[in-house]
Each structure stands twice: as C-alpha cells, then as structure tokens.
Nanobody, 113 residues
C-alpha cells in the first residue's frame, strides 16, 4: 500500500487549502483512512478520520472548519481546510489502517498571520 498526498502549501490566516491523498495497492476500501498532523515539537494528532460506523471523527481544534471527504472508487480522500489559523501549521499525513497503519510522506501546510 502506498499513500500519496498533495495540496499542501502556504496561505494567510483565514484562507483555505485542500489536501488530497490517493492510495494504491491491495486494500478493500477507504474506511480505514484519515488525516493526522504534526507541528514542530508536538505529537502527531488526529485531524479527521473515518471511524468504524462510517462516520467522520474530527479533532477538536478543526471541528467546523475542516471537512473530510472520500471517494472509494478512486481510493482518494480529501481534506477541505477553511478559516485556517497559524496554529494549523504542520505537516499533514494521510493515514490508512489495513491490518497495520500506513502513512503517507506528509505535506507541509504553513499558515501565516
């Protein structure tokens, strides 16, 4: 399994970015996929992921601002990030759990004030 992210970049506070992750390899569905992020000096934290009942769980700090979506046929998940804040600056990682965790290479998101 390989996960390839795209869409990171730099934006001013209040702006928007969309991240995408496309998975390749032998796995059944995107139900185990999500996004995490890691800021310098901090632990990796949940941004959004699909949970067991198919709903989306969001990290508290992004609720109401970020929207997770997925296309099972294309094995792609996306993260629409609105109203970005400087504290959203981090490396964002695509994640898949399929027997074991898989991680993408990460994409940098930088939000300036």
């Amino acid at each position: 399994v390989q996960l390839v992210e795209s869409g990171g970049g730099s934006v001013q506070a209040g702006g928007s970015l969309t991240l995408s992750c496309t998975a390749s390899g032998s796995f059944l569905s995107i139900s185990g996929m999500g996004w995490y992020r890691q800021a310098p000096g901090k632990q990796r934290e949940l941004v959004a992921r699909i949970v067991d009942d198919g709903s989306i769980r969001y990290g508290d700090s992004v609720k109401g601002r970020f929207t997770f979506s997925g296309d099972n046929a294309r094995k792609t998940v996306s993260l629409q990030m609105n109203s970005l804040l400087p504290e959203d600056t981090a490396v964002y990682y695509c994640y898949l759990y399929y027997g074991r965790p898989y991680w993408g290479q990460g994409t940098q998101v930088t939000v300036s004030s």
